[in-house]
């Protein structure tokens, strides 16, 4: 069913024409659309990757002293 599915939204974008305002009039401007999305993700998710790092290191930090206090006792 999956694959019937698809196919059928594969032939209905192949036979929906291309509205000629949607075709840039310069091919450049795929190429500069396309570099400004990765730069919107790169800057975007370094933020978050950035305090995905950080919380690793403070629960590494909590886990040793966890362990260290477990090991005293």
Request: aromatic residues 6%; negative net charge; without cysteine.
């Amino acid at each position: 069913m999956t694959t019937r599915l698809l196919t059928r939204i594969a032939l209905w974008f192949e036979a929906s024409p291309m509205p000629a305002a949607a075709a840039p009039a310069d091919p450049g401007a795929w190429e500069q659309g396309n570099s400004a999305i990765a730069d919107v993700t790169r800057w975007g998710w370094l933020p978050a990757l950035s305090g995905v790092s950080i919380a690793a290191d403070h629960a590494a930090a909590a886990h040793r002293e966890t362990a260290a206090a477990a090991g005293e006792g």
